[in-house]
Nanobody, 126 residues
Framework: QVQLVESGGGLVQTGDSLRLSCKAS????????MGWFRQAPGKEREFRAG????????YYADSVKGRFTSSRDNAKNTVYLRMNSLVPEGTAVYFC???????????????????WGQGTKVTVSS
């Protein structure tokens, strides 16, 4: 099973940018589509972005299209989420996760993802 560790969160101001990283352990990282989700206090986990196992395909929630970019470096077992033009509503804990099956396109449902990291907190001040 892949273990994931997110990093890169912090306190930023409206309009700022952040790049989150998700480092994976294990030799099978490159076989999984990866997803990024966020969870704000009292709310359900919400899809933000996904990237295919080979990095060729990406997909995003409508609300972040044009502002967020997901990428990956399989040689480093790491997936990234670049977030631009952050707004206070983006304050949440951000998680990365592996899609439940290898070599498959992902989805935007948290239920379809298997391994999760512990999350990294992003706070956007107004």
């Amino acid at each position: 099973q892949v273990q994931l560790v997110e990093s890169g969160g912090g306190l930023v101001q409206t309009g700022d940018s952040l790049r989150l990283s998700c480092k994976a352990s294990g030799r099978t990282f490159s076989t999984y589509t990866m997803g990024w989700f966020r969870q704000a206090p009292g709310k359900e986990r919400e899809f933000r972005a996904g990237i295919s196992w080979n990095g060729i395909s990406t997909y995003y929630a409508d609300s972040v299209k044009g502002r967020f970019t997901s990428s990956r470096d399989n040689a480093k077992n790491t997936v990234y989420l670049r977030m631009n033009s952050l707004v206070p509503e983006g304050t949440a804990v951000y998680f990365c996760a592996t899609y439940r099956n290898t070599f498959r396109s992902g989805s935007d449902s948290a239920a379809d993802f298997g391994s999760w990291g512990q999350g990294t907190k992003v706070t956007v001040s107004s």
